[in-house]
């Protein structure tokens, strides 16, 4: 039997000859701890969020989001450490004997000029580090929510030391919409300075289930992305005379066309998996026949078996539409895929079932969501758990009112999506939930 035993559920037991009777200790247990996070949001996380939206940062320039979080953490208690792959912050508390386990947060922002109509909306400019442009910036993705839901935690398991045993590491991660953060950490030396987590643990806001809302499942939550690029070489020739060359816009849509049959007849129909050419870029004129075309890729997946099937059939295609085209083995079309791919991330089954359990415990039935996850956005969180593997859960914690719903379903505004920016959460359910997710499940991991 779990037991979350506040000082509140001990004030309510009964004591027997044979021990401590606890009636009713577990729901006595939650209202505490939830009533304690949502005093201190009030008190401390909700200024805390407002200031973090009002003030994002790009993506390995998170400058001054890193120190306020190392601040917060160090006003915690933790052991803090700072400039771990660039801006990450880690951040240590070790209390007894027992499991290492992580929790982590993202806190880049986007080059999105915010549009929300938010009291504390983003006017915020910065420099970006690819272009050199200014740009506006915006949490138009919520991470403002998991780096004040960090903090909580932080504070939470501060104050309740004595009903857990073990270390916990608190991992701050810059870089995410760029999926470079966590390999960044990793190359960094994360584990083999801070020790290899047991458990690890991830969420992230969404606006796509109702605010303060569970959604976990067991199989993988985000899926894995690669970036690949196709260059097509041809030879060049007058558009009045294609016969003199090998026309590398012709190629290319044949390429196109043929890629559209990995995922229609090489993947089993229940596996998903995504092949979008997001640019077809060839030629300068009318009437010129270039001599090369490039072809700009995303590719998602939901296991490393399909991500096999989809890469590999990419240049087979490619190379071969080539052969079929005519052109020489040292002209075929080359295939690149980007380093800033990333695998997909996947629960482990066994966990994501003792943490269900956990939450529907305590926060009752209700808390779980029933909308599926429809979406095939991609994470950088597997690299923090898949080699080493780490048994880890990356669960979702919903952000928009059920109203919102109800009202877009009549007719009404629709719920805006992360990136745009209208993008909004409403914080309170959002972030106190976050909390108190994540403070169950590391009790739970790390028993007393």
């Known amino acids: 039997m779990r037991k979350l035993i506040t000082s509140l559920a001990v004030s309510a037991a009964i004591v027997t ?9 577990k729901a006595l247990a939650a209202s505490d701890l939830s009533a304690s996070i949502k005093q201190d949001y009030t008190a401390h996380l909700e200024p805390l969020f407002k200031q973090f939206h009002a003030n994002p940062e790009l993506s390995t320039v998170e400058n001054k989001t890193a120190a306020r979080m190392a601040k917060e953490l160090e006003g915690a208690g933790f052991e803090v450490t700072t400039g771990i792959g660039g801006t990450g ?8 004997d027992g499991p290492l386990v992580s929790m982590r947060a993202d806190m880049d922002g986007l ?59 608190l991992i701050v991660q810059p870089a995410e919409e760029r999926v470079i953060g966590a390999k960044a950490m990793m190359e960094d030396g ?40 196709i260059t097509i070489h041809g030879v060049g020739a007058h558009g009045a005379s294609p ?18 049959t990995l995922v229609a007849r090489e993947l089993p129909p229940r596996d998903p998996g995504v092949v979008t050419v997001g640019s ?24 490393l078996e399909t991500r096999k099937i989809l890469l590999d059939g990419i240049k087979r295609i490619a190379q071969n539409m080539g ?25 482990d089954a066994k966990l994501a079932q003792r943490l269900r359990a956990v939450w529907v415990d305590m926060m009752g039935k209700s808390i779980l969501s029933e909308k599926p996850n429809k979406g095939m956005g991609a994470e950088d969180y597997p690299f923090f758990t898949t080699k080493p593997y780490i048994p880890s859960v990356y669960f979702a914690i919903g952000g928009t009112p059920e109203a ?45």
């Open 89 to 96: 912050v880690v951040a240590i508390l070790k209390n007894g």
């Open 17 to 25: 000859g044979f021990g401590v009777c606890l009636p009713g200790s």
């Open 404 to 448: 919102d719903f109800k009202a877009a379903e009549n007719g009404g505004t629709p719920v805006p999506s992360h990136h745009s920016p209208l993008f909004k959460i409403t914080p309170k359910p959002a972030v106190t939930s976050g909390v108190e997710a994540t403070v169950l499940a590391l009790l739970e991991l790390m028993p007393n």
């Open 243 to 260: 016969h003199a060359g090998k026309d590398p816009i012709v190629l290319g849509a044949q390429i196109v066309m043929a890629l559209q």
């Open 190 to 229: 994360l584990y083999e300075r801070f020790g290899t987590p047991d458990f690890g643990l991830a969420f992230h806001v969404t606006s796509g289930i109702e605010a303060g809302k569970i959604g976990v499942t067991d199989g993988s939550p985000y899926a894995g992305a690669d970036t690949v690029d």
């Open 280 to 303: 077809f870029h060839s030629g300068t004129k009318h009437n010129i026949i270039s001599d090369k075309a490039v072809l700009q890729l995303t590719v998602r997946n939901t296991s």
């Open 323 to 347: 052969r079929v085209a005519g052109l020489p083995e040292d002209k075929l079309p080359e295939v690149v895929v980007s380093e800033e791919s990333v695998p997909p991330t996947i629960n």
């Open 111 to 169: 080059p999105v000029e915010e549009k929300s109509g938010l009291s504390y909306a983003s006017k915020a400019t910065q420099i970006d580090p690819i272009t050199g442009n200014e740009v506006f910036v915006m949490h138009a993705c919520g991470h403002d929510v998991h780096i004040t839901s960090l903090v909580g935690t932080a504070r939470r398991m501060q104050a309740m030391k004595d009903q857990w045993s073990g270390t916990l590491m």
